[in-house]
């Protein structure tokens, strides 16, 4: 059988498994809450699987694993150290607390805990604001290379690629609600982590293992010219015009700080935790999410730096430049290479269900912030069944929008990309973390903190990231915290009865 | 061969082992919670 027929039958048959998993969750999806947090009964495993597939998406498998061939292997170094730090630090701070929190407060969203913690609807609906702009354009990125690569690797149009991969995300999130979304991300999380584990032994066995493959490194000259060393120093290699101003260092440790530290404040992830069943999930939780993470991260993210010592046994010396200037094409490239017929096919159902397993979850925040922040705060009074089958439509439509913008992306896309990320990662930080734990935190605190951090993240980027290549979330995550402590300083307090739940704990 | 961590030089056998010390330590943590919330 072709390896093109064998990919389409691994396909279908993720797909039509994926389905079925929605159709399962329709019974659990008849009530918002139901809807949106699958009735806060979920357990630790799918919690936890739900965790890393929604934080690692294709971006992760083919951007991640790739660009070590770029930045050597400072990147999955940093970025390991990164992903387990800001995995463990929201597992322990964050939900705990926010779990027993939004339980008591009936809070079904993230602007919708900020409308109860200060106790100000202008917060919820910044916040909602923020999470409708910067997600929508956050999606383009996977929807771009959802389409490439399945444009490749299935023999279809750029634009049916999209689609194969999107269509089965809406209809299993219209059907079944989060529980579907949760389920799904779980058997995704397994597909990414057994193909990023089988990529790795692969690599490990062509390359000699892990000691055998850094000593032929060092004595190995990239391109014919530069020493294989510098691969493995922090700083030694990097894009040309980045080496050119001697800032490598700086760009792959503010770049990999910047990717992580968005956990603390990415609602998608953040909403997990309102769905575990109980603390005990939550504390089992800190121990698998960090493990599983550190693992998918360890393996797929050191790939890079070995594929150097395979890539050139393929392709002419010159022809090594192109990806260098395209790390993104290192992964599919040593797929095609090392992996038997069948085996690839399982990896690219693997990299599919990590873009889907995030967008599902973009998507799932992105409708919750629609129905239950916007428009059940303009209509209150709204009947719940009408606004579930508005919500369910709601899906489909701002799924689709971020599929018109992808279908012929501007040359600036990646940057609005990166620039939605930094938002969405630095606006929530301050008055999520903190908010939980200190009493001070003010409503105008909050909402003024999230406009500040977003405009910062604005500016920094038109204006300042090309030319100190500092990633615009860190100025943006600076002066959202300390904009959100200053102006708490000043304001006035929530009310006794928040003050008192802050104090207790819950 | 270089002296360092998982045989790569300091620069960056650090990132390694402080993930693998933070990973050891959020894992105690969570067991010690965890003995604490059941009593």
């Not at chain 1, 929190?101 to 910044?126: G, H």
């Not at chain 1, 023999?155 to 299993?172: N, S």
């Not at chain 1, 000691?211 to 391109?223: P, R, Y």
Request: some cysteine.
């Amino acid at each position: 059988m072709s390896q093109l027929a064998l990919s389409w039958i691994f396909v279908i048959a993720y797909i039509l498994f994926m389905l079925w998993l929605g159709l399962k969750g329709y019974k659990g999806s008849k009530t918002l809450e139901g809807f949106f947090l699958a009735d806060r009964k979920l357990g630790p495993w799918i919690v936890s699987f739900s965790f890393f597939s929604t934080l690692l998406s294709t971006a992760a498998f083919l951007g991640g694993g790739g660009t070590g061939f770029l930045l050597g292997f400072a990147w999955p170094a940093y970025m390991f150290m990164f992903n387990i730090i800001f995995a463990v630090v929201p597992w322990i701070f964050i939900a705990p607390r926010i779990r027993v929190f939004t339980e008591k407060l009936k809070s079904l969203t993230i602007p919708d805990f900020f409308a109860f913690r200060y106790e100000n609807q202008l917060v919820r609906v910044i916040a909602s604001i923020v999470i409708l702009i910067a997600l929508e354009f956050n999606m383009i990125a996977a929807y771009k290379a959802s389409g490439n690569l399945l444009q490749v690797l299935l023999d279809v149009p750029y634009v049916i690629g999209i689609l194969i991969f999107l269509v089965p995300v809406l209809i299993y999130t219209f059907v079944g609600g989060f529980k579907a979304v949760a389920w799904t991300d779980f058997i995704q999380g397994v597909l990414m982590l057994a193909g990023g584990v089988i990529l790795f032994l692969l690599v490990m066995q062509h390359v000699g293992g892990w000691s055998a493959g850094i000593a032929e490194l060092s004595k190995l000259k990239l391109m014919g010219k530069i020493p294989g060393k510098v691969l493995l120093e922090l700083g030694g290699f990097g894009p040309p015009p980045i080496m050119k101003a001697g800032l490598v260092t700086q760009f792959t440790l503010s770049l990999a700080f910047a990717i992580c530290a968005a956990n603390i404040g990415l609602p998608h992830l953040i909403i997990r935790f309102y769905a575990a069943k109980n603390v005990e999930v939550i504390r089992k939780g800190m121990i698998i999410t960090p493990i599983i993470i550190g693992l998918f991260v360890f393996t797929v993210y050191s790939i890079g730096p070995f594929a150097w010592l395979i890539i050139p046994k393929y392709v002419a010396p010159e022809a090594l430049a192109q990806f260098v200037r395209d790390p993104d094409t290192v992964i599919p490239f040593l797929i095609q290479k090392l992996l038997p017929v069948g085996l690839n096919a399982f990896l690219l159902v693997a990299i599919i269900a990590a873009g889907q397993s995030t967008i599902s979850s973009i998507i799932m925040v992105l409708v919750s912030a629609l129905s239950r922040d916007v428009i059940q705060v303009a209509k209150p009074g709204i009947d719940e069944k009408k606004l579930l089958s508005f919500t369910r439509w709601a899906t489909v439509i701002l799924g689709f929008v971020p599929f018109f913008l992808a279908i012929k992306p501007p040359g600036i896309v990646s940057v609005i990309v990166g620039l939605a990320f930094s938002v969405i990662g630095s606006a929530f930080t301050a008055p999520l973390l903190i908010g939980l734990y200190w009493r001070g935190g003010t409503a105008q605190g909050a909402w003024i903190s999230m406009i500040l951090s977003t405009a910062t993240c604005i500016w920094w980027t038109l204006i300042y990231y090309q030319k100190v290549w500092i990633y615009p979330i860190i100025p943006g995550l600076i002066v959202g915290i300390v904009s959100f402590v200053v102006i708490s300083w000043f304001t006035k307090k929530p009310s006794a009865t928040i003050l008192e739940m802050i104090k207790a704990g819950s | 061969m270089t002296s360092g961590f998982m045989h790569l030089p300091w620069s960056t056998g650090i990132g390694y082992l402080i993930g693998f010390i933070a990973l050891i330590l959020g894992i105690i943590y969570a067991l010690i919670k965890g003995k604490e919330d059941k009593r």
